[in-house]
């Protein structure tokens, strides 16, 4: 086996892959993967391991990567999410075949597993109660002490489980425990509970058990089980790994899967736990794990990312064992450079400002042509409807304007893009002195916006024909925190006093060009200078669609701060 990708994707996982091949281990086969569970909605950091897992499957010939539900606690989980995250991780264009499986498959070969450890007298089972079970566990300075059960017979053992699974005891009567070591100086080694009790109905099993295995105990096994190579997760179970190890070691599993820890992906101005995203959704803060603001899968699709800009994201920040916070200005520029080639150029007026041109006929529109793309002529060309009255952006104009400001001004002239020079010759305001239209000429012999006279001018702006415009709702966004990192321990406050409630405007009637009261749900366009939208997957209806900005086009959030 080789790997066939190209050489930039290298990282300490795929070197250690590489190196496995190279010396034969497990017969040079690479077997990932991707075990969420199901509690929720797929997030940005799930996207990192997403392509870590799928990556490396694809890109190793006869690679593979199962997705495996980790459906072991019956209280959280349900069938909306494992829905939802395979659809998720499609999207994303990944793609595991037959290689579905659930954890929950396997509850009957993990109880046998468990009896075996009994028989192996290394597992027991502990009437302590729970705060008991912490008391004896010790401290991170202080050995804990053996529960006064760890000296069960097997006999005795095999029959109180037994009694568990068969629900003769109550949630939080006793626990089966492995016996490894509680004086250890890792604290997942103190005898780590494998099975609770939980009166509760699954998902999947429904009422078939009342006990349940836990994590740590469920993941190895599955793992071999399913003949995993490599099983990539996060830092945090950097501390777990001696566990993962001892239970393979003590069972007799069909293989031995390698663990190996990565960093996690932290994104600035977001949060990335399930429990948080959670909580927004049912706080109200967001409308759904969907909400363009969101930092879900869900979210960031509705709100215009494309697969392949999040593809692209996770391989530009790379796998490493170093914890550190991206910023999202990096992940906004991988959809502007993806949608920067790939979006089709339209205008729309956000904020109108009416301008007359007094000197073009009463009644008459012409047909002027706009390509689609600066660079790619593939992408062809449109007509634009020009007529006397049209829109231009309000901030496009000024009064009063200071020296750099190149766009319209009294008795300036500026380039109506794909159309005309225009000059301001007229400001029309109301009795309370409100600005109300501007009155303009416009010169014919710049058709296509260029004067035969050489004659230059500095801006060019975008405009809509008032008559032809298709009248849309648009909404802007952003980002849903005010602070780098809402839920960093630093602050004295809670998380959520950092939302951004500023972070959704909607625009009820944006004047765009009428063939875009066409646009498909998903479908992307550049509104020249003003950003990337895409039709809203949710709320637009035929011929009604509704626009989600994506994201502008440069970065302004930290312009934008310096002047508030
Ligand atoms: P959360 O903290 O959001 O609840 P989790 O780790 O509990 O996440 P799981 O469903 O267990 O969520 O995660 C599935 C896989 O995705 C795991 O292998 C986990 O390590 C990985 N993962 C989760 N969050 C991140 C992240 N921020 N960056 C990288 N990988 C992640
Ligand atoms: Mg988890």
Redesign the pocket.
Known sequence: MSENSNPESSNFIRNIIKDDIKNKKNKSLVHTR???????Y?????A???C??FGIANDFNDGLCNLRF?DTNPIKEDLEFTKSIQQDVKWLGFEWGERLFYASDYFEQLFEFAKQMINDGKAYVDHLSAEEIREYRGTLTEPGKESPHRGRSVEENLSLFDRMRAGEFEEGECVLRGKIDMSSPNMNMRDPTIYRIKKATHHRTGNDWCIYPMYDYTHCISDALEGITHS???L??EDHRPLYDWFLEKLSAPCHPQQIE?????LNYTV??????NELVKDGDVSGWDDPRMPTIVGMRRRGYTPESIRDFCHRIGVTKNDTAIDVSVLENSVREDLDNRAPRVMGILDPLKVVINNYPEGETEQLEAPNHPNDKEMGARKLSFSRIIYIEKNDFMEDPPKKFFRLAPGKEVRLRYAYFIICNEIIKDSSGNLVELHCSYDPDTKGGNAPDGRKVKGTIHWVSAEHAFKAEVRLYDRLFNDPKPDSNRHQKDWKDFLNRESKKIIKEAYLEPSLQSAKNEEFFQFERLGYFCVDNKDSEKGKPIFNRTVSLRDSWLKQKKEN
């Open positions: 991707f075990p969420p569970e199901p509690n929720g797929l997030h940005i950091g799930h990192k391991s997403i870590l897992n980790d990539l997760c996060t945090e179970f990565f960093a996690r992906l932290n990335t736990s399930k429990r948080k995203l």
